[in-house]
T-cell receptor, first 108, second 119 residues
Framework: GIQVEQSPPDLILQEGANSTLRCNFS?????LQWFHQNPWGQLINLFY???GTKQNGRLSATTVATERYSLLYISSSQTTDSGVYFC??????????FGTGTRLTIIP | DTEVTQTPKHLVMGMTNKKSLKCEQH?????MYWYKQKAKKPPELMFV???????INESVPSRFSPECPNSSLLNLHLHALQPEDSALYLC??????????????????FGPGTRLTVT
C-alpha cells in the first residue's frame, strides 16, 4: 500500500546545530508539504514542494520526485524549532497522507 | 491571510452528550477537511468536503456527523462518543481538492485544533 516514512523518528540536538530530516514515499506524488507541529498541536506550513528546492530563512527543503524522497534542512537550530515535523503527500487523489513524523528536541 | 479557526480549543464531554466542533475559513477555499490525531501519531483523514458536498468519508463511525452549511464553515457533530475517541481534531482547507484527471493538487492549511476528551 501507499507509504510515507520519515527518519529519524527522534532527534535531540544542541542549540545552534544543523539537522536533516528525510521523507521517503512509495509512489509518484502530486504534492508534498512539510509541517511543523508545535507543542500546542498547531500544524504550521513550512513548504509546499512537489519538486525542486525552496528556502525560507534557516529552513530549506528539496524534493527529488523521481527518487521518491524529500529532505528538510534546519540550520542554526533554536529551541523554538522543537516539535514534530511531518511531511504529507498527495498521491493524485483528494487525500493528504501524513508521514510517521520526526520529533525534534533542541536543548539550550 | 491563511487562517483557519476552530472552536472550542478544548472540550470535555460524557459518552451520552451531544456536542459540535466548528471550523471557519475566509480564504475563499472550496475544499475543507476533518482529521483526527491520536497522541504521538500522525493526523488521519476523516472527511473531505468539496463545494459544500461530502466527497470522502474514510469509514468514520456514524457517531461523527459532518456538516458544511456554507463555503466558509465546517462543523463536526458528536454524539454518543467513546473514550477512545479522545484525540486532537484538526480542520483544514485548500483552494480545491485536486486529484482526478487534472493532476492538480493544492496546499492545505490547518486550524489550531480542538482537543477532545471523552469521559
Amino acid at each position: 500500500g501507499i507509504q510515507v516514512e520519515q527518519s529519524p523518528p527522534d532527534l535531540i540536538l544542541q542549540e545552534g546545530a544543523n539537522s536533516t530530516l528525510r521523507c521517503n514515499f512509495s509512489d509518484s506524488v502530486n504534492n508534498l508539504q512539510w509541517f511543523h507541529q508545535n507543542p500546542w498541536g498547531q500544524l504550521i506550513n513550512l513548504f509546499y514542494i512537489p519538486s525542486g528546492t525552496k528556502q525560507n530563512g534557516r529552513l530549506s527543503a528539496t524534493t527529488v520526485a523521481t527518487e521518491r524522497y524529500s529532505l528538510l534542512y534546519i540550520s542554526s537550530s533554536q529551541t523554538t524549532d522543537s516539535g514534530v515535523y511531518f511531511c504529507a503527500v498527495n498521491f493524485g487523489n483528494e487525500k493528504l497522507t501524513f508521514g510517521t513524523g520526526t520529533r525534534l528536541t533542541i536543548i539550550p | 491571510d491563511t487562517e483557519v479557526t476552530q472552536t472550542p480549543k478544548h472540550l470535555v464531554m460524557g459518552m451520552t452528550n451531544k456536542k459540535s466542533l466548528k471550523c471557519e475559513q475566509h480564504m475563499g477555499h472550496r475544499a475543507m477537511y476533518w482529521y483526527k490525531q491520536k497522541a504521538k501519531k500522525p493526523p488521519e483523514l476523516m472527511f473531505v468536503y468539496s463545494y459544500e458536498k461530502l466527497s470522502i468519508n474514510e469509514s468514520v463511525p456514524s457517531r461523527f456527523s459532518p456538516e458544511c452549511p456554507n463555503s466558509s464553515l465546517l462543523n463536526l457533530h458528536l454524539h454518543a462518543l467513546q473514550p477512545e475517541d479522545s484525540a486532537l481534531y484538526l480542520c483544514a482547507s485548500s483552494l480545491r481538492t485536486g486529484g482526478g484527471t487534472s493532476g492538480l493538487s493544492y496546499e492545505q492549511y490547518f486550524g489550531p485544533g480542538t482537543r477532545l476528551t471523552v469521559t
